[in-house]
């Protein structure tokens, strides 16, 4: 069974920084692209970032290029979200996210809530 | 980046009748080299993650009952529910995967009239 499991999540200030991970189990990590995708309070689901299986290509969106970094630990089977200078906006429940074939996702975690506030 | 727009943003169905939800694409989503929509659909519980329903716009993902189908080419899709069941209350995302940024639908809500 593929397990997804987020953490990480906190409560920041505005301009701080916070790392997500996501540990996973169940299938061949290192053979799958993975994402991070979120979502505000209330609203609905924006795609973060995606990231190749071997770590070679890396994609954001516009909103958190510069700011946030995929990353992935193929030993440990673990994906990474790096997130500096947040913003109130980045405020959501962020979740890790299986890619398969071309870009559809096939298996989510539970996710993990960021509160950027002061 | 391509921008999926959904209609209607709510929707009351009666239990047993068919529901039909749209998704239009800001740009083609059809990939000539392989004809294929680069388009999928989602459904998401009050306070659990998003489920995959449909992939290549059509594909239904094993485990979705026969009654989720997916239709449309290029810029218009559609999700249909064909007999409502009380399980189907949901909020439903298009998303579309074509090239290296995705993008998803506002959202529809799907209630029971």
């Known amino acids: 069974e593929v397990q997804l499991v987020e953490s990480g999540g906190d409560l920041v200030q505005p301009g701080g920084s916070l790392r997500l991970s996501c540990a996973t189990s169940?299938?061949?990590?290192?053979?799958?692209?993975m994402s991070w995708v979120r979502q505000a309070p209330g609203k609905g689901l924006q795609w973060v970032a995606n990231?190749?299986?071997?770590?070679?290509?890396?994609y954001y969106v516009d909103s958190v290029e510069d700011r946030f970094t995929i990353s992935r630990d193929n030993t440990k089977k673990s994906l990474y979200l790096q997130m500096n200078s947040l913003r109130a906006e980045d405020t959501a429940v962020y979740y890790c996210a299986r890619f398969r074939g071309q870009g559809w996702f096939d298996s989510w975690g539970q996710g993990t809530l960021v509160t950027v506030s002061s | 980046d391509i921008v999926m727009t959904q209609s209607p943003d709510s929707l009351a169905v009666s239990l047993g009748e068919r529901a039909t939800i749209n998704c239009k694409s800001s740009q083609s989503v059809l990939y000539s080299s392989n004809s294929k929509n680069y388009l999928a659909w989602y459904q998401q519980k009050p306070g659990q993650p998003p489920k995959l329903l449909i992939y290549w716009a059509s594909t239904r993902e094993s485990g979705v009952p026969d009654r989720f189908s997916g239709s449309g080419s290029g810029t218009d899709f559609t999700l249909t529910i064909s007999s409502l069941q009380a399980e189907d209350v949901a909020v439903y995302y298009c998303?579309?995967?074509?090239?290296?940024?995705?993008?998803f639908g506002q959202g529809t809500k799907l209630e029971i009239k």
């Open positions: 990231i190749k299986h071997d770590g070679s290509e890396k």
């Open positions: 169940g299938f061949t990590f290192s053979d799958s692209w």
């Open positions: 998303q579309q995967y074509y090239g290296t940024r995705f993008t």
